[in-house]
């Protein structure tokens, strides 16, 4: 691998890829909805060759002391060795952590879903989000593709119906999820001095650095990642946020 | 009471509408998809590779691994991810369910790693999931005497037997024993057998009679998948 490290690095001294993409071209994305009627919502995301599911489950339970009036969600996601010779079973490991929680943050904080409107009735009962990413092949950047699977999945969701308090699961009313914001998430990496977009497996490989960039509808930013073992300069930052900016607006016309 | 009609109105021996596709998966060795009804599996074939830890190494012949799991939007209620009692039973009745069919005399030390993920479940997903992974290890090119093909029936007691039941029929009131059975219809040898319930001799008897039918309409199908994908290939597979 540390060959094709090199090699991954060299041929960007004339600003070349692997697959001959441009610097900043991200690989075919391919969004289905849908992909699991017994998911509220779910899609499927396909990112070049990786693809990635996102599931979401609604219930209801108790709200947060603090947040007497709030419903809640929770993102998990599960890297299966399905997806990669790399993953193994087990607990999961601070990679699919990181990716869950990275997803968590550019949702939560843009505040992308009107928490107050999935309140039932306020200290008591409130509905919950459960979002749950499966990764089914990895070729690099999960990361963006699970964030447009979890958004799409989002979208794609409507409320189960409701009896005595009680979820009626396999009936579904019209009634979406109140998502008020559409934040997206952009990871670019740097290699040998250069800043891309859309890293697939052999280039993750060979990267030095990397950050993830949530951007809103707005243009503002919600969430930010480095990854990586080298730093980022400044420059190399205000690059990388201009690059996501610009990358998100691609991406969120597929959801 | 007598269950007169089937709720999606099959016949008794009819399987619901079934869907195979080889090489779902790029970077896995072999995979495929299956689907029955709303019930979707999907498999992949890693190996043979290397095993570890090294004592559960076979100087003799590889080792076969599954692991079955669904998703946790894939059922009605949420699941909590990862590994449950219930999915490493399945888990180990599939890996004996595929085994007759190989022959991994050629991998000494090594071991072949099926992985089978549940993307939406309507009863009948373990045999999804052996049909799936059965699929997959051929295209994996592993050495394999024949497919394996699985079918969930459902007996009714002092009534009839019924192929390939679906979650509602599963939770039929009256009692529904949930037999799933898997077959190599070449040797008829049955490699899958389970059943909770309440049944009579003459009723097993038919339900493995039945499943040996429909397990030859499955095999058409992942014949059928089979050679989309190596079409090319001269010989029958």
Sequence with gaps: MKFDASYISSLLNQDHRVDMRKLDEYRKVKVELGVSKTAEGSAKVTLGETVVIAGVKLDVGEPFPDNPDEGSIIVSAELSPIASPDFELGPPDSQSIELARVVDRGIRESEAIDFKKLCIKEGEKVWIVFVDIYSLNDDGNLQDAAFLAAMAALKNTKFPKLKDDKVVYGELTDKKLPLVKEPIECTLVKINGKILADPNLREEKALSARLTVAVTKEGNLCALQKGGDKGLSQEDVDKMIDMAIKGTKELRKLI | ?237
Aim: one cysteine or more; a neutral charge.
């Design chain 2, 1 to 237: 009471m007598v269950y007169s009609k089937r709720f999606d109105g099959r016949k008794f021996d009819e399987l619901r509408e079934i869907e195979a596709k080889v090489g779902v998966i790029k970077s896995a060795d072999g995979s495929a998809m299956f689907r029955m009804g709303k019930t979707i599996a999907i498999a992949a074939v890693r190996g043979p590779r290397n095993l570890h830890p090294r004592f559960m190494q076979n100087p003799e012949k590889g080792i076969l691994r599954c692991n079955y799991d669904l998703m946790s939007f894939s059922v009605t209620e949420r699941k909590r991810p990862g590994p449950s009692r219930r999915s490493q039973e399945v888990s180990l009745v599939t890996e004996k369910a595929l085994l007759p069919a190989l022959n991994l005399d050629e991998f000494p030390n090594a071991v072949v790693d099926v992985f089978i993920q549940i993307t939406q479940a309507d009863a009948g997903t373990r045999c999804a999931g052996i049909n799936a992974a059965s699929l997959a290890l051929a295209d994996a090119g592993i050495i394999m005497s024949d497919l394996v093909c699985a079918v969930a029936l459902g007996i009714l007691h002092g009534d009839k037997v019924i192929v390939d039941i679906n979650k509602e029929e599963e939770d039929y009131k009256d009692g529904m024993a949930d037999t799933p059975i898997a077959i190599m219809p070449h040797s008829g040898k049955i490699t899958l057998l389970q059943m909770d319930g309440e049944a009579s001799k003459e009723e097993i008897k038919q339900a493995l009679e039945k499943a040996k039918e429909a397990c030859k309409k499955i095999r058409e199908v992942q014949v059928k998948a089979l050679k989309e994908k190596y079409g090319g290939m001269k010989n029958e597979v």
